[in-house]
């Protein structure tokens, strides 16, 4: 099989499980993260939520510091620190600390969303209009980051920590002039919008201006992708995830995960079942061959020069076990002790 040979790293969205704690949901994150970091794997990144019933990851700087002080290679990351819920100064400093405690361990995945319900909004501070600034507020991150703010953030960053924009819809505008990679998702480019999505995509490379972090457009595909011995138990590895999603969007919760075994027995509405085959039809599913050959389409289609894993399953033990499989598909190599 002819796999492309470019970094592949993960991120994981610190998923609630039914009958779990916060503590253990962590815990689990964390070991995922040493697992990763022993199989190969390029980065290991954490997400931004906020009041969400099924996740417990809110604030990625604190977990970032806590995954990294318990790796020693692997590179850690956010996809992303939402930009209009924060303070630019404060971002940089924290980033900024990070980088002085794991030199050239530390990303920046930055994205533009704000909360998706009004209460959340109001604890946060903003409102639908904060995403507007965002142009503003990132060209502010961007200059401490530098050093090129009249002010120094402290501890000086220095340009070492590479800054993503995550790039769904507008974010490519805002970093092609900027010189920034991005993070884009895999689902775009194989549904009714793909043409648009690889257009958005070819003029963020044709408008690239170099920056002090990338010389060159880069470009992150994330890619939702469950291995399995047949086809059927790699969609068992999605059930899970696609359910609380399909929740969310009827039940107006994004729950916490429950097991493949419990979704099979609900009964659905015909939304829910929509809304489940939409989400299982955008992830990359299959045995490893069938994986191989979606994956290296999507490659060949979107020029991407590494690939982000998103998988999240209900139980820790088959999500570590699709961590290994992908390691072996794409020939990660393990690092030594």
Same mark, same amino acid.
């Given at each position: 099989m002819?796999?492309? /040979? !470019?970094?592949v790293s993960l991120l994981d969205r610190a998923n609630a499980r039914v009958g779990s704690s916060p503590g253990a949901e962590l815990a689990v994150v964390l070991e995922r993260a040493r697992r990763a970091e022993a199989l190969g794997f390029?980065?290991?990144? @954490? +997400? %931004?939520?906020?009041? &969400?019933?099924? !996740? @417990?990851?809110? +604030?990625? #700087?604190?977990?970032? $510091?806590? !995954?990294a002080a318990q790796t020693q290679q692997i590179?850690?990351?956010s996809g992303g620190v939402m930009l209009p819920n924060? =303070?630019?100064?404060?971002?940089? *400093?924290q980033i900024g600390t990070l980088q002085a405690l794991h030199p050239g361990r530390i990303d920046l995945g930055i994205g533009r969303s @704000? +909360?998706? #319900? %009004?209460? !959340? /909004?109001?604890?946060? /501070? =903003?409102d639908l209009g904060a995403a507007d600034r965002f142009d503003a507020d990132l060209a502010e991150l961007l200059s401490y980051l530098s050093g090129t703010a009249p002010i120094t953030a402290r501890p000086a960053d220095g340009g070492a920590t590479p800054p993503f924009v995550l790039a769904m819809g507008r974010g490519v505008e805002y970093a092609a002039p900027t010189g920034l990679a991005v993070v884009v998702g895999g689902a775009a480019f194989s549904g009714p919008r793909a043409d648009e999505a690889l257009e958005r995509l070819q003029r963020y490379r044709d408008e690239f201006v170099p920056s002090t972090w990338w010389p060159e457009p880069y470009v992150m595909v994330a890619v939702n992708v469950a291995v399995g011995d #047949?086809?059927? $138990? +790699?969609? *068992?590895?999605?059930?899970? %995830?696609a359910w609380s999603m399909a929740a969310a969007r009827t039940l107006g919760d994004f729950t916490p995960l429950i097991s493949a075994a419990a @979704?099979? %027995?609900r009964t659905l509405t015909t939304r829910q079942h929509g809304l489940i085959t939409d989400h299982l039809a955008a992830a990359s599913h299959g045995t490893p061959d069938e994986i191989g #050959? =979606? &994956?290296? *389409?999507?490659v060949r289609r979107t020029g991407a020069d590494e690939l982000l894993v998103t998988t999240n399953t209900f139980d820790p033990e088959a999500l570590w076990d699709n961590d290994r499989r992908l390691a072996e598909l794409f020939g990660t190599p393990p690092i030594k002790p």
């Open positions: 002819n796999l492309p /040979r !470019i970094p390029h980065r290991f990144w @954490v +997400a %931004e939520h906020h009041a &969400v019933p099924g !996740i @417990v990851g809110s +604030a990625p #700087t604190l977990l970032m $510091a806590a !995954i590179r850690v990351g924060h =303070q630019p100064l404060v971002v940089a *400093e @704000v +909360a998706f #319900t %009004e209460p !959340i /909004r109001a604890a946060l /501070r =903003q #047949t086809p059927d $138990a +790699a969609l *068992e590895l999605l059930l899970p %995830e @979704v099979s %027995e #050959t =979606q &994956v290296a *389409e999507l």
